[in-house]
């Protein structure tokens, strides 16, 4: 990704965050209790009350990654 790219990027994630301060919170602590095995779903109903749903069980290669994106993000 490009310099500029990148700053548009963060730049929208933080205005995201900002309109949402709740989504952050729940992520972070969601993250604090994940371990192999958990499952984590995603409902989507749109203002028309169509709705879809998709999960993920969690596995090891997935908590490394988990791990590696929190020390990244600590640095």
Do not use: C, W
Request: charged share 25%; glycine share 4%; hydrophobic share 45%.
């Amino acid at each position: 990704m490009n310099p500029v790219n990148a700053i548009k990027y963060l730049n929208l994630i933080n205005k995201f965050k900002a309109n949402h301060p709740k989504l952050p919170q729940f992520i972070k602590a969601a993250g604090t209790i994940a371990d192999v095995g958990t499952v984590i779903e995603i409902a989507v109903t749109t203002s028309e009350g169509k709705k879809i749903v998709a999960n993920v069980k969690l596995n090891e290669d997935d908590m490394n990654t988990i791990k590696e994106i929190k020390e990244l993000r600590a640095k």
